[in-house]
């Protein structure tokens, strides 16, 4: 019983670290995955390349 509890937790485990590094992946380069970047006058300008998401899909 509690060997199975930990055979959950491992998968939950793994599942997330997976999540993680393919969230990481998937980081917006220009704008560092924060969906925006300064401008040089300091104010917010949206990240044209992710539209504001901090995140790139896969393929482009
Ligand atoms: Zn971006």
Known sequence: M???????AAV???GYYIFNYIQVHNKC??????G?????RGEKE???M???TG???KGK
Do not use: E, N, T
């Not at 509690?2 to 959950?8: D, E, G, H, P």
């Open 55 to 57: 995140k790139i899909s």
């Open 29 to 34: 380069q220009k704008c560092d995955g924060k």
């Open 12 to 14: 939950i485990g793994l």
């Open 36 to 40: 925006y970047w300064r401008a040089m």
């Open 2 to 8: 509690i060997f199975r509890l930990i055979v959950i």
């Open 50 to 52: 992710c539209k504001g």
């Open 46 to 48: 949206k990240c044209d």
